[in-house]
């Protein structure tokens, strides 16, 4: 089965699908961190790009990671909407907002749709430790 309509199927499916589909997504991100986790390095708390949809409950990614043994009990929802949301493809440092404070945490930034990189880029840029220094992102 292509990934995307994996990834496609476990958000946006009938339910059926869905709760079929959600282990499968678990499963490939376990084996992804697994994998590559010498390339990710060391990270203390796991938390997911949110929704832009305004998706009700618990988004599906969170359920997924939340799965996954070496992640779920470092789950935290460290992001809130900001400002002024992002434009379909175009990343914007005010989409987001950190939502509690780092204390220098490495954060595992996940995200289950990568199209252009504009969500993922807006979503780490309050993260960076840029952040701090009050420069702008190259």
Sequence with gaps: MPVHNLLRGYKDGPEELRARFLPRVAALLARF???????????????????????????????????????ASHYEELLVAGARPARHLAASDHAFEVATRLDGR???????????????????????SRRDTGRPWP
């Design 33 to 71: 961190v697994d994998e590559h986790g010498k390339c990710i390095g060391h990270w203390e708390t796991v938390t997911a790009v949110p929704s832009s949809k305004g998706r009700p409950g618990r988004h599906p990614l969170v359920r997924a990671i939340g799965m996954v043994s070496s992640m």
């Design 106 to 128: 490495r954060v595992l930034l996940v995200d289950d749709t990568f199209t252009s990189g504009a969500e993922l880029q807006s979503a780490a840029r309050p993260l960076g």
